[in-house]
């Protein structure tokens, strides 16, 4: 009976040991995934700045266009 409850034993680590590197694996992929969304949304963000400044920029030039007519 020793031998059935170290058998048993053995395979609830092993299970246990397993589920650990499932989840290890779960969430350096899930911080990898949140690297990746943060660095896309920095590059959006600077996309918006930049498309924006172009509006402004544009804004006051047709506004010294209609200024000056």
């Known amino acids: 009976m020793d031998k ?7 395979k609830a680590y092993e ?3 397993q589920a650990c590197m499932e989840r290890d694996h779960a969430v350096k992929e ?3 995934k949140t690297e990746n969304y943060m660095q ?3 590059e959006q963000q600077e996309k918006i700045e ?6 402004a920029k544009l804004k006051s ?9």
């Not at 030039?61 to 007519?69: M, P």
């Open 50 to 55: 930049l498309q924006n400044s172009i509006i």
């Open 30 to 32: 899930l911080q990898q």
């Open 15 to 17: 299970a246990y040991r």
């Open 4 to 10: 059935n409850i170290g058998e048993q034993l053995n």
């Open 40 to 42: 896309q949304i920095r």
């Open 61 to 69: 030039q047709l506004a010294a266009l209609n200024a000056n007519r």
